[in-house]
């Protein structure tokens, strides 16, 4: 019987479960997060005025810099200014 | 073997006495004092094993002299001891094939691997004098802790040989620094993945190649340096094509791009030196696949310097400055051209530079009919295509063939990726 070695981190796959969808975001807070991507801004831009429209109030935010992961700070300013988030991606 | 008047205690079967005691001849005889060997001889001598045992009679009859013969022990390699591995035992089944079962545990790159064996693996750790269980980095994008026994796993999956060690735990180090920024290079759309130039005479040592084809296929070295970091990232960083690897098209380099720099032949110091370490040496660049310069006519070093700049301006668009940074890859009959001229490798890159600046108003969204481009607010502004250390010139290739090769970079600088230079231990 052949035995290997485990290449990988050995880490068990973990299922983490999504965040609970809310029912209505009317009077919530939706936070719009450019990652600084070309035309990232005009993408969101639309959302913003779409989103107002219903009555959602947005913060927006972005990114220094699309090639590296969001700081700390950033992540825990949106997570404690808003309901949901919104990430633009773009090109 | 029989020897009259030698009374046998104990039989072996295995080979465990001649590995520990070096037994390399049959008959041996070794004299033990308290556990250890006082008296040691080779070969059959009946005077000296008389006077060895203190049989007085020992071996009547036989001949006074034979020379003996080789230890099985040399025909077979001494076992490895592999109890002080600590990755997790995986045990296929036994009638699955082993390099089928590590492709499908998703350990593969696409291409056959050699099954990681603790045998393997604990003869790919004699390759370096570090502890096998030091960390060496934490791997992105899942911020791994990767031991240099994990390194070594996934060096035997690669292909490498145990002197390559040392070279693959430095490109590892070197790719998970903040400057390379390994995680924004794994994730991105761009063509891009890490190139490994090696300097220094480690090069020669383990047989890489930096002549003939020294980007192409056909050197172990090559081939399996890069593939063992790409690995690396893949098995213990867990990054993967489709997961966190969203690269649009990514390149062929992304197997393994790594190569030798030819120092002995170059008129130039080495990339590693004009980084600022001597010796042995891995610089890593975030780099897609190379691109050919093609120029059999010049014969002055500012004819060919103006022909490089012309290909450099195309890395990424003729439009895009400052973005990306680039690798010229100066082959040996272009370099005798500078060569010849005394121009030294930062002459060369001056006179690419002074041939790469254009006014903003070419370079705007619009210019040229393009709408690709720089924002309107340059329109005014004089550009350079790169910034001042966004130009690295490496020397490599076989000795005919006017050709060079451009290796262009991702996002440069703070905000994407910045070469590294680390030292091989």
Redesign the interface.
Known sequence: ???????????EPSHRPLAKRPADITGKTVGLLDISKPRGDVFLDRLQAALEKKGVKVERFKK??F???APADLRHEIETKCDLVIEALA? | MEIPGLEVKREEESLDLSYAFDVETVPTLLRFENGEVVERTVGWNRDIWRKITGVADLGEGLPEHRPGCGSRALDFPKPVDTSH?A??????G?Q?D?IE??IARG?SDGLPVV????AR?ARMLTGTHRDAQEIVAV?PP?L???TVE?VA??AV?AGCEPSYMPVVLAAVEAACTDEF?M???L???YFSGPVIVVNGPIAKRIGMNSGVNALGQGNRANSSIGRALQ?VIR????GRPGGVDRATLGNPGKLSFCFAEDEANSPWEGLAEEHGVEGDAVTLFCGEGPRGVVDQISRTPESLAKSFAVCLRTVAHPKLVLGFDAMLIVSPEHASRFKEAGWTKQRLRDEIYANLNFPGAELIRGAQGIEEGLPEGFKDATLPKFTPNGLLIVHAGGGAGLFSAIVGGW?AG????KPVTRAIT
């Open positions: 019987m052949t035995e290997l070695l485990d290449p990988t981190s050995e880490r220094p810099t090639t590296k992961p090109d | 591995l990755s997790r035992r995986v045990t296929i036994s699955e082993d079962a590590c350990w099954p990681p064996t603790p693996v791997i899942d791994a802790e990767c994990k796993v996934n999956l920024n995680h924004g290079l994730a991105t759309t690995l098995n213990v960083g867990g996002v703070e905000t994407g990726s």
